[in-house]
């Protein structure tokens, strides 16, 4: 490409890693393609950020590119985090190998891009004045790229040396004999305060906030570290793609509370020894997601600063206290929390004593005034979008990008926006991006994105732009994964926070590498789904959701899939009792109740029916429910259901009574119905003697135990008693024939499939009996029933029956309230403290029984 061509198919903005990947895949793809960098060189990163100190925080041997196999076998890393020169080294090597730098335009800013409608071309703007016209346009400009204004008073003021870690100057800063202030603890203040004390007279730390750190431990990468790679590369590869965050490691089991103190702290030991960044969060499994699991590691790391640290003020001041381990980025350092201990050394605690202003020779905190020759700003990055909105680009109709991500970035997989046809982002907000191993997301989006350009030239296509709703909709799923986490509750660069004005989102998708990859596959898989295809060929608007499934509910599912558990159905009745028995007994065991009484009560039959009754830990009477537990009147039993029963009792105030009932095949149609007619009146009778409030009890089940439940709500009602006060019913069964588009729609995959539930039938009840209202609900009366509340989870096979019987039983006159749970499956509601998406439903049905009882009681 020569500079005074004006018309290529494809601008790639930025030279660092993700632009100079994706030169060489349009090169091979034979598009024409020209890239733009400001700096006079390749490397991005590593060409501005020279600070003293400066080196990768992922080892070096997966913080490579694995797109070139024999570059793998050239280049050999000196150290375990190799440093900014040899990083750059690196990116000129490969540079210099695959001869980008003849489709590189050096020294060159990238200003504002246009999209043309009519021509289907961008018009690139750039500060010296060339303007280009593409076809494809693709910012690789980087997440880290845009440093952050100064936003402290005074600092142009200054008259001494101003240096910023993110610009660096080439011919590096000898501090020898000077007085230096640095402003920020962030990582590049970490890496560079140990070697800038090293030379300087006095060195001045101003700390805002304090960073958790743990040693590197650099030096030459042992044999035993670098043997996976080196057995197999491929494979090694392979498995960073798939990971959680793009370096290759075990998935931890255990949560953090789930060891013993001392085997905790000597996991903690271990993982302060290897000096890993994705091991510090990654010792357990729970880290990022429970509060009181990342206690016990700030507490651990809190103690090393401590024993480190000889000035217990200062050691305080390093205790980071105001946000959980992992949701900002931590540091791997070399003798960083030593430096404290040197005597020139001071550390400025800002909380106590903030900067007020800086001044011509120094800073002015508000209660001391320091003089200095020269201030490092170590003060961070507009993250993730400042580089991109940095660029005035205007989509079609005249939207610009920064209107349209005014209340904060707004992306389809990270990848693409709405509105801006064939504008691609690389690492874009809503990917996992700055969350992983970026070199292994850098490849995975270049991949896509040559791939996609690929699809649209062979399709004789040219345009390609996320639809509307496809990108909502994405965004709404990433928040959704950022909430399960503790990640957004820091104020953090990932959040926008450090930026003033900027709007606070979580930025990145929070669901890890290896998932972000099938996901993005699948969308091609799926024609493309979620996007709008356009060109002579015709125009393909392939509308839809990639991801509808609660984030919770997906892990669930992917667990599941990958124990590769035998289906329910085959396993034979008394296996399946065995396996229900099990795996009830991983889950979380639910609140604590006041009070815990096991009893039986007599059947229809007098066959004597275990019960078990949760009483609220507050003082009584109180009113009661009887509740009917799942398993498809073949499994479960009293106690199958635990956790939900504990937190109807805590949430409701009430009394609950999960009943067994008699279960098939061993008592078949219409045992169970009758069982629970029994049981609900038998309760009724002895509420008093129960601790509760005798007369009146509300029903409440799940699944087949919700059939159980609105049986009796009817059953009651023809019998005269006893006085049912309202009913609960998730996820109820309700209807013997199985025809609705929920059964085959989500027929299998979301937990409880068709075939269990055929099989579970079939256990119960004959065929003919089906009809009979006491097997199927949705066929009786329904005039005159209690208030219901009915649940139905979107992935639930028999979610259109429970839709039915809600529609049923308003047109009846029943008061109905009925609560659709988008993204939920069949088993998501009852798994409490498993299940955080769905707590809502849970919480519904614990007003729903509070409100029953209450008024019944008040009646
Ligand atoms: P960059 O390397 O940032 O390159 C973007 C390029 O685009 C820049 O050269 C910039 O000049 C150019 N550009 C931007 N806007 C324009 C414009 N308008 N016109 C023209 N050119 C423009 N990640 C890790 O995974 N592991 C690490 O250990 C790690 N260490 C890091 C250390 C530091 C100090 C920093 C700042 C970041 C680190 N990162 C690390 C993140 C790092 O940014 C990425 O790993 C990676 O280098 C990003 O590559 P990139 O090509 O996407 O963007
Ligand atoms: P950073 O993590 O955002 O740290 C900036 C620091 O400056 C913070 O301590 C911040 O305090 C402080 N600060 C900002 N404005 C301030 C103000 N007005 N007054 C006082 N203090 C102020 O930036 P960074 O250190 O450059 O790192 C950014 C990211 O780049 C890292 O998180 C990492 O992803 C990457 N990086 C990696 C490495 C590596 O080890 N490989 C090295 C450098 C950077 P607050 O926290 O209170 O805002």
Same mark, same amino acid.
């Given at each position: 490409m020569t500079e005074s061509s004006s018309e290529v198919d494809v601008v790639i903005v930025g030279a660092g890693f993700a632009g100079m990947y994706e030169l060489v895949r349009m090169r091979r793809a034979g598009f024409s393609a020209i890239v733009l960098e400001t700096a006079d060189d390749v490397g991005g990163t590593w060409y501005w950020n020279?600070?003293?100190?400066?080196?990768?925080?992922?080892?070096s041997v997966d913080y490579s590119y694995s797109w070139d196999p024999d570059l793998q076998q050239e280049w050999t890393w000196s150290e375990r985090y190799a440093a900014q020169p040899e990083i750059l080294r690196y990116a000129q090597f490969v540079a210099d190998k695959h001869d980008l730098r003849r489709d590189v335009r050096f020294n060159t800013r990238v200003t504002s891009a246009e999209w043309n409608d009519d021509t289907h071309r961008w018009v690139i703007h750039t500060d010296t004045g060339d303007d280009l016209t593409c076809r494809h346009y693709i910012m690789a400009t980087g997440c880290l790229s845009m440093p952050k204004v100064p936003d402290i008073e005074g600092t142009d003021r200054f008259g001494g040396e101003v240096y910023f870690t993110s610009t660096w100057p080439h011919d590096g800063v000898d501090f020898t004999g000077k007085r230096v202030a640095v402003i920020g603890t962030g990582s590049s203040a970490v890496q560079s305060i140990p070697l800038i004390a090293a030379e300087a007279d006095q060195l001045t730390v101003f700390q805002r906030t304090p960073n958790f750190s743990i040693p590197a431990r650099n030096g030459p990468i042992s044999d035993e570290r670098l043997a996976p790679f080196l057995a197999d590369p491929d494979a090694y590869r392979d498995e960073a793609r798939r990971s959680a965050a793009g370096v290759p490691r075990e998935t931890p089991l255990e949560g953090a509370l789930m060891v013993s103190d001392e085997e905790r702290t000597a996991r903690y030991e271990a993982m302060w020894e290897a000096g890993e960044l994705l091991g510090i969060t990654g010792t357990f499994n729970d880290t990022l997601a429970n509060a009181e699991s990342n206690d016990t590691l700030r507490d651990f790391i809190h103690g090393k600063i401590r024993s480190i640290v000889k000035d217990p003020e200062v050691a305080e001041a390093l205790c980071p206290t105001n946000h959980y381990v992992g949701t900002k980025r931590a540091c791997l350092d070399t003798n960083y929390y030593e430096t404290y201990n040197l005597p020139h050394v001071r550390l400025v605690d800002l909380r106590k004593d903030p900067i007020s202003t800086i001044t011509e020779t120094g800073v002015d905190t508000e209660s001391e005034s320091f003089e200095f020759d020269a201030i490092v700003f170590a003060t961070g990055f507009d993250a993730m979008t400042g580089a991109i909105v940095g660029v005035d680009i205007t989509g079609r109709d005249g939207l610009t990008l920064k209107e349209k991500w005014a209340e904060g970035p707004v992306t389809y997989l990270g990848l693409m926006t709405a509105g801006f046809p064939n504008l691609f982002m690389i690492t874009?907000?809503?990917?996992p991006s700055v969350l992983s191993n970026m070199m292994v997301s850098i490849e995975q989006h270049v991949d896509w994105i040559a791939d996609a350009l690929v699809h649209l030239r062979e399709n004789d296509l040219d345009t390609i732009e996320p639809t509307e709703l496809a990108e909502t909709r994405w965004v709404q799923h990433s928040n959704e994964f950022a909430d399960l986490t503790l990640m957004p509750t820091a104020n953090s660069w990932y959040m926008g926070v450090n930026v003033p004005g900027k709007p606070q989102v979580f930025l990145p998708y929070p669901g890890g590498v290896g998932r972000y990859r099938v996901t993005c596959d699948e969308v091609v898989e799926r024609d493309y789904l979620g996007f709008a295809l356009d060109g002579p060929s015709g125009r393909i608007v392939n509308d839809?959701?990639?991801?509808?499934?609660a984030p919770d509910v997906q892990v669930m599912l992917e667990t599941m899939a990958e124990m590769g558990l035998p289906p329910i159905e085959t396993m034979g009745v008394d296996g399946a009792r065995e396996f229900m028995t099990a795996s009830g007994a991983m889950m979380p065991p639910g609140p604590d109740v006041g009070e815990i009484v096991d009893g039986t009560l007599p059947g229809a039959d007098g066959t004597p029916l275990e019960y078990r009754l949760f009483r609220p830990?507050?003082?009584?009477p109180h009113p009661i429910a009887v509740y009917f537990h799942g398993g498809g009147w073949v499994l479960g039993s009293a106690t199958s259901d635990d956790p939900l029963c504990r937190y109807l009792c805590v949430h409701s105030n009430s009394i609950i009574v999960s009943v067994n009932y008699r279960h098939a =095949?061993?008592?078949?149609?219409p045992a169970a119905a009758d069982d629970g007619l029994a049981a609900a009146t038998w309760i009724a009778d002895h509420g008093e003697e129960l601790g509760g409030i005798p007369g009146q009890v509300a029903v409440a089940g799940w699944s087949a135990g919700a059939n159980v439940a609105a049986v009796t709500a009817q059953q009651a009602k023809l019998a005269g008693g006893p006085a049912i006060s309202g009913q609960v019913l998730l996820c109820p069964v309700t209807d013997g024939t199985t025809e609705r588009p929920s059964h085959t729609e989500n027929a299998d995959g979301y937990g409880l499939t068709m075939a269990v539930m055929n099989w579970f039938w079939d256990h119960y009840c004959d065929r003919d009996d089906r009809a009979d209202p006491k097997a199927s609900p949705l066929l009786g009366d329904l005039t005159g029933l209690p208030p219901a509340l009915v649940i139905t989870c979107q992935?639930? =096979?028999?979610r259109d029956e429970g839709d039915a019987y809600a529609a049923a039983l308003a047109d009846a006159g029943v008061s109905v309230q009925h609560l659709q749970c988008p993204g939920q499956t069949h088993t998501a509601v009852p798994a409490v403290g498993a299940m955080i998406t769905s707590e809502y439903a849970r919480a519904a049905m614990a007003d729903a029984l509070r409100s029953y009882l209450r008024t019944a009681a008040n009646a």
């Open positions: 020279r600070y003293p100190g400066a080196r990768c925080d992922i080892l874009g907000p809503g990917s839809g959701i990639i991801r509808e499934l830990p507050t003082d009584g =095949p061993e008592a078949r149609f992935f639930d =096979p028999l």
